[in-house]
Each structure stands twice: as structure tokens, then as C-alpha cells.
């Protein structure tokens, strides 16, 4: 493309956004787009900030601005006709979850589950923007740089759907990690410009407090590093290897040092679905039940959700339900993170070889729908690791405002088959040819650096 066609391209653009009153935050100001006429434009309200002129930005990166300003009339055009094709349906229960979502009001189970089942792609993705928007007006996509250090793999539970997992008596491959070993992992990760470690395992029977309070300990005199760490299954044996209360062991595990805990091992929290894919895991309300304690204890958590196995559509939505209504009552998951099951070198698949993997369509839905019910939890994570770089830049336009994490390690999501990897550079470039700015953030998601340009090679 010409710089002149470019040049067009965009300044009828401008047109089009002093139109668009519906939103305002990504309109031109009227003054605004008189003055980039005359070469200098100046963007957004409020605070209008000086930008570089027409010119300048041509000719810094007309390609990455072409693409972005196609993104954004392309977003925008969308959006009218989605408004059009509702109020053109029939009444009835898709209509009414289509109106309440474009109004950004909660939607109800129900109306959850008819949009996740009836609900068109496009329309979901329109809608779910909407709803991030609200959250994230700014048009920026954050991703973290974290280290996964899986510091045991043997384990007394057995998940069918686990591939990582070795029993004690297994003599092969399994391991846990010394500390110096888990200290060489941080230093790395330090020095590759990594801010926190995500630290989990098995639920070792021989590991009890101590051990985690002195690897705890050790680790935040040594490093400045942000520690999220241990899944709900693992706190419940640490407690019950410990003979300690669920309050002791998380007091405990924070005065030690814990910062955070990852949401991981809610897969779905339905009994019918969960009991099935890990008889020896408690039922589903111990895992709302120890993250409302973490809550209370001050240690703030993500929410996870893995689907694509034996659930169905309800089971989705009643496990989408279920966190929202902990949500409402502790305030305590900052995010939520969805993934899909995968198959290879586990017990599920053997037992159930009719599962077949969930395509980049449902996964998108689920994502998109769980953006709408989630009006309580302000970010959702787009999964690459599970679902490929290029499905997961797609769930930015589909609810997700988060990348997650470029893991420098990664053992568990592997052993199953999936190794999707990224590196920093093709983050921000997945991004950017997304139409957002990248952000690097930490974990609790303040942000640490911006990167509106390519970094030159
Ligand atoms: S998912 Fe966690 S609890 Fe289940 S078998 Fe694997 S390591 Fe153990």
C-alpha cells in the first residue's frame, strides 16, 4: 500500500469517528479533526495529548497504522450492524440476552447458555467488546513474562485429564526440585527481565509447611520477584500432610512469602463433570471454599476454567455462575483464565476416545460469553498456550484483554502434547497486528512498559 492511499485511508477515517457519537471514547474530537486536517492531530478526550503530525506518523509506520485504523473500522462498521441484525430478530430469549449484553447489564445463567448455544460468532464478539471496553477503554493488550517452575511432579491424586503427573513408586521420572535449582530458575528468569514465578505441583504426601515456608523464605531473601503459587489441591494437602486448619496454612504460606495463588484445578466445577475426570479431587464447592478463605486472608487469586472434555454447554455456564457469585461476595479473583482440554498422554483420552478437541469456534464463543457474565472480574486471558498464537490474538476481538504469560518454562500443558511458544518480540507483534498496543505487566497487572513502536531489529 502507498503512503498516499494510506494517507486516505486514514483521513477518511477521521471522518467517520467525528460521527460516531455511540463511543465516544474512541471518536475525534470536531476541533480535533479540523486541526489533523491542517497537520496536527490531537487525540482523545479527556486530556487531550499532542500527537505526532500526519506526516510524521505516515512515515514512522504506515503499515502498522493502516492496519490498526482497518482494525478499528472494521470494529465500528461491526458494531452497527450487530446493533441492526438484534433489534431486527424476533422477540424471544436470544433477543432479550442479545439487548441486556449490548446494555452491558448481567446476564442470567440462562441467557448465558442461549448465547453460548445460540448465539452467533460475530455478534458474541461485537457484545463481549463492548464489555471489555468497560473495563479497558484504552485499547491496549497486556501480557506477562513469568517463569512456570513446576517444582514436583509426584502426585497421590491422579487427574485422567493430567499427562504430568508421576505416582511415588514410579522410578522413572519422578522429581522434586532442590532449592538451589528452584533459585537458578528465578535468577534466570531475573535476568531474562521475568517479574514473578508461577510455582506449582503435585500434592506430594512427604511435603508438609516447612518445606514450603523455607523454599518461600529463601526465595524472597535472595530475589525481588513476585511469588503466585500453589493450586487449591495443593493447599489442602499441605494442610492436611501438616495437620494444620485451611486458615493456618494460608497464614503461614503468606507470612512465608506467598503473594498469590493461581486458580488452577477448578477444571469445571460442577460434581456431575468434576468427580468424573478426578474421583480422588474434592467436590466442587471445596474449591470455591478455599479460595473464598484466600480471599479473606488477604491472598488475592485468579479463576480458571478447563473445558472441552465431558461437559456440556449448562456445565460451562453453571461454573461461569458459580465464580461470579464468590466474586460478588469477596471481590478477591482479578482475573480469569479459560483453556481447553488436551488429549495426548492422558488417562481422559484413553477412556473417552470420542472427545474431540474444541475447535477455534467454541473456544472463541466461550470466551466471548464468559466476558459477558463476568462483569465482576476485570480481566480474561486469551489462552495461545492451548489454542495457537494465532486463535489467541483472535480472542482479543472476542472479550480478552491479556496475552498471559510467556512462559520460559512450561511442563504441564507439554506433557499433554500442546507446546506453543512465544517469545517476547512476537508477543508485541501478535498484538500490534491485533490492533492494540502491547503492555508488559506484572502479575497483579500494573502495568511496566509500553511498546506502541516495533522495536527496530
Ligand atoms: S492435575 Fe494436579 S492434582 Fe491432578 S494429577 Fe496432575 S498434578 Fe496431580
New binding site residues.
Partial sequence: MSLETTRVRLESERGAYVNCASRPEHAFHPDAFKESLRGRTRLGAPGWQEAPTLPELLERDATRLAAASQVLRTERVQEHLVKAKIEALPGGLLKEAYEKAWKLERLTEAEGLELLVNGELMILGTLATRMKERFHPHRKVSFLLDRNINYT?I?????D??A??RREKDTEGAYTLSSEVIHQKIEETIALGGTGVLM????NPHLKIEYYEDLFRGIKQRFDIHLHAL?V??IEGIARVSRLTLAETLERLKAAGLDSIPG??AEILVDEIRLDQ?PV?RHAHRWIDVMKEAHKAGLPTTATMMFGALEEPRHVLEHIKRIRDAQDETNGFYAFIMWTFQGENTELAKKHPDIVLTSAVEYLKVVAVSRLMMDNIPNIQGSWVTMGPKVGQTSLHFGANDMGSIMIEEN?VSAAGTAFQLDRESMKELIRRSGFTPLQRDTYYNILAEFPEATPA
Fill in positions: 511432579n502426585c497421590r491424586i491422579g487427574c485429564f493430567c504430568f503427573y506449582q505441583g503435585g500434592v493450586s489441591i495443593e488452577a484445578g478426578s479431587k504441564v
